[in-house]
């Protein structure tokens, strides 16, 4: 991005006068001023040849030898820009000019990974120039950069590959993105080489031997005659944010998936959309939270990253991420990892390897932690544009553009030191209607036990019943799944050491009629004791407000023991625990004529006592509907 928009520059061209030129030869002169001609509308060959017959005709041109270098700079030939900047140079006197040369040395030296170089035409420049303050930042920020890339040569041991033959079939692709459960990998495929060429967006699917299949369009309710890209999902892959570019911008548009089909995108509005340039989203998990790119006003340099909330009234208004992550210059492609704790982005204004860098920051309570570089070889000299890493945090994908034509997407394999320590934990399964096994669209949500605190809340698909969830690592977590007119259902997973394999929980929703029965999974008793536990009282609230809701049932809270010790002892802790339960739904103002409490001991049990994890399961509180009263 950085080193095209110096071609923008070019097209614009000036009327060149002779007598401002160092050469006296009427001829160079001549083959210069046509040369620009040609320049200016883009054709390069033909310039370079003129420029390189005038240079034959006066080898003393200084003005010729830095007007082919500036096209070879934009053709990405560094080393020949190189290479003719330094002969123009030495034959440059005024001031003026050698400020000239010695910003573009410093950016090809860069660009070629030449820190040394840089480091020598940097300092000299900033020594003679003292009007220019764009140009003193950025010559600033590409010392910083040669000095940085020059006392962190350490190379991490990344494993790069690039997608097979049958994924990269584009021209150009970029911008992957790609599902929680790492099934669906969705990014911009581009039909051309050139900057409007027609994009759209494209998806591959896993097969069942790991590899990624041939991509097809993602949906023809997306992809337009407008140019569709840059896009994220959720951790479902059910609600999409995408980039569409016409001929009044770009602004983001949102679509989400029932069954098969993806909505009709709509325009995400002005809280999230500007008058400027509006691109480059990224999801959290849950879908509550969007980080995307924008050049609107307000922010700390050309493109920033900013940051909007889903509020019960839809997306608040986005804010800048502030200076943490944003710099004087350019941040794009922001990644929030599934784990909502890491932020991936691109940088050209933080100490790196030159060009667009991968940096990776930490959420914390205050903020977020100094952005890290992620190091060689996955950050070079050259330019690198967008970055994601999977759930479990050891791999991740990324487009390297090949040449000015040509980019392909790529597999990478992180050093272990650079593994996210906060892995996601998938579950994901079908939610049932338990008496008709028919799919049912409910609610999922997710607690943090210790915290009392949802985390996460999602859908089940109402055409398949389908859902996925992200359970960040490092706690202990209450799931509940509820729809009106049935009984909720609750489940529990211990995180606390961290990573666990992708669960498959299928749940099948228990209408509400006589004798319906769930266990409450979320009600916690220490062993031999019937006090409950902190990490009971978010289980027992949803009781209260089931109950709250539905005044007109009556249920029998029932406690279970395994085998162990005798008879007697276990119908008593049994009763005690069940008491203990209704004596908390007695304090939060449910009437005495809702609640039966029974002791059964271990005289029911679910499994057999035969292993500690069957144990486990045995002792539970269970309620069950006994009746229905009158209005």
Partial sequence: MQKTFFLLLLVVGFQVSAQNLSSKNKKAIELYVEADNYRVRGQFTQAINLLQEALTRDKNFEEAYYRLATIYKVQEKYELAQQTLEKGYDLVKPDSRKRMYLYELAAVNLWQGKYELCKKYTAEFLLIEKEDYKKIALAKVWQTQAEYALQNPTVYDYSITPLSDSVNIFPMQYFPTVTADGMQLIFTARYGGNRNDNEDLVVSNKRTNGEWGEPVSLSANINTIQREGASTISADGRHLIFTVCGASGCDLYESRKTGSNWSKPKNMGPNI??????????????????????????????????????????????????????????????????????????????????????????????????????????????????????????????????????????????????????????????????????????????????????????????????????????????????????????????????????????????????????????????????????????????????????????????????????????????????????????????????????????????????????????????????GFSKQ
């Fill in 273 to 626: 959309n500007s008058a400027r340039w509006d691109a480059q989203p990224s999801l959290s998990a849950d879908g509550r939270e969007l980080y995307f790119v924008s050049e609107r006003a307000g922010g700390l340099g050309g493109y920033d990253i900013w940051y909007s909330q889903l509020t019960d009234k839809g997306w608040s208004k986005a804010i800048n991420a502030g200076p943490a992550i944003n710099t004087p210059h350019d941040e794009i492609s922001p990644y929030i990892h599934v784990n909502n704790r890491e932020l991936y982005f691109v940088s050209n204004g933080l100490p790196g390897y030159g060009g667009y860098d991968i940096y990776k920051a930490q959420k914390t309570e205050t903020g977020w932690d100094k952005p890290l570089n992620m190091g060689k070889p996955l950050n070079d000299h050259h330019d690198q544009y967008s970055f994601i890493v999977s759930a479990l945090g050891d791999q991740g994908y990324y487009s390297r553009e090949e040449s000015k034509n040509r980019s392909r997407l790529y597999r990478i394999v992180l050093p272990q030191q650079l593994v996210t320590t906060f892995i996601g934990n998938v579950v994901s399964g079908t939610i049932t209607h338990a008496t008709t096994q028919q799919p049912i669209r409910a609610q999922i949500e997710l607690y943090n036990l210790a915290e009392k605190k949802s985390v996460s809340k999602v859908f089940s698909d109402s055409v398949t019943g389908q859902y996925l969830i992200v359970l960040p690592g490092g706690a202990e977590y209450a799931l509940y799944v509820e729809k009106p007119g049935f009984l909720f259902n609750s489940e529990y997973f211990n995180y606390k050491s961290g990573s666990q394999q992708a669960v498959k929980k299928d749940i099948a929703l228990t209408p509400v009629y006589q004798n319906a029965a769930i266990v409450l999974n979320n009600i916690f008793f220490d062993t031999d004791k019937y006090d409950l536990r902190a990490e009971s009282i978010l289980e027992l609230e949803k009781v209260v407000d089931f109950l709250r809701s539905n005044t007109t049932i009556k249920i029998e809270i029932a406690g279970h023991t395994d085998n162990s010790g005798s008879e007697v002892y276990n119908l008593k802790l049994s009763e005690n625990r069940a008491k203990s339960v209704a004596d908390f739904l007695l304090s939060n103002n449910i009437p005495q004529s809702q609640i039966q409490i029974r002791g059964y001991g271990s005289k029911i049990p679910r499994v057999a006592n035969t292993t500690d994890h069957n144990r486990q399961q045995n002792r539970r509180i269970e309620f069950k509907i006994i």
